[in-house]
């Protein structure tokens, strides 16, 4: 089992930044593919980004492309997700996940463990 812990959200003004963290323990993580999603009210958990197991391949979904870069370090069992020039569509929680495919998937289904969420909330 892989628990995953999230934190770094909160409040921040449209245009500013914010990192977020994933902790991850009870395994070592640096087999999975790593993904980060977000939820905002009333809608499901939406994609945001992925990074391979080893770090070398990313993949973003539109709406983040060019603002928010994900990135890991195995050797501290962590993943980020560094997100500039925030808009107040962002505000969301944000949601740490890992599958154990191989392939970078922006498929919720496909990811085995979730962590509980944190608020990112962006003023205009």
């Known amino acids: 089992q892989v628990q995953l812990v999230e934190s770094g959200g909160g409040l921040v003004q449209a245009g500013g930044s914010l990192r977020l963290s994933c902790a991850a323990s009870?395994?070592?993580?640096?087999?999975?593919?790593m993904g980060w999603f977000r939820r905002t009210p009333g809608k499901e958990r939406d994609f945001v980004a992925a990074?391979?197991?080893?770090?070398?391949?990313?993949y973003y979904a539109d709406s983040v492309k060019g603002r928010f870069t994900i990135s890991r370090e195995n050797a501290k069992n962590m993943v980020y997700l560094q997100m500039n020039s925030l808009k107040p569509e962002d505000t969301a929680v944000y949601y740490c996940?890992?599958?154990?495919?191989?392939?970078?998937?922006?498929?919720?289904?496909?990811?085995?463990?979730w962590g509980q969420g944190t608020q990112v909330t962006v003023s205009p």
């Open positions: 990074v391979s197991w080893s770090g070398g391949t990313t």
């Open positions: 009870g395994r070592t993580i640096s087999a999975y593919t």
């Open positions: 996940a890992a599958t154990e495919e191989v392939r970078i998937l922006s498929t919720r289904g496909a990811y085995d463990y």
